[in-house]
């Protein structure tokens, strides 16, 4: 009995235990922002791989991630880039860092 309750107890341990975090790729999906972006090829906004090169070296994940959050223009053109207050800010952080790292 009693071991029977130690394996419940550590059963339920385990699924309350946060899910992994998801695959970069699998959030850029999730979120849609694959409708206006690609790894390679310039959409409605510029490619993951154009963004890369465009901030090598430079200290930017925080604010491309409150860029994203907020939307913007300009920096690519002028075509804007919509706001995205519903994603939750650690997925855009995976994000980002994900995008900089092409």
């Known amino acids: 009995m009693k071991t029977s309750l130690i394996l419940a107890c550590a059963a339920l341990a385990l699924h309350a235990l946060p899910a992994a975090a998801a695959a970069p790729e699998a959030l850029l999906k999730q979120h849609n922002c694959l409708a206006c972006h690609a790894l390679d090829a310039k959409l409605v906004g510029p ?24 939307g913007g223009a300009g920096s690519f053109g002028p075509v804007p880039m919509s706001p995205n207050p519903q994603v939750p800010d650690a997925d855009l952080k995976v994000m980002v860092q994900w995008v900089l790292s092409r």
Do not use: M, P, R, T
């Not at 154009?50 to 409150?66: E, F, N, P, S, T």
């Open 47 to 70: 490619s993951y791989q154009q963004v890369a090169a465009k901030y090598k070296g430079q200290d930017i994940a925080a604010k491309l991630v409150d860029k994203v959050k907020k």
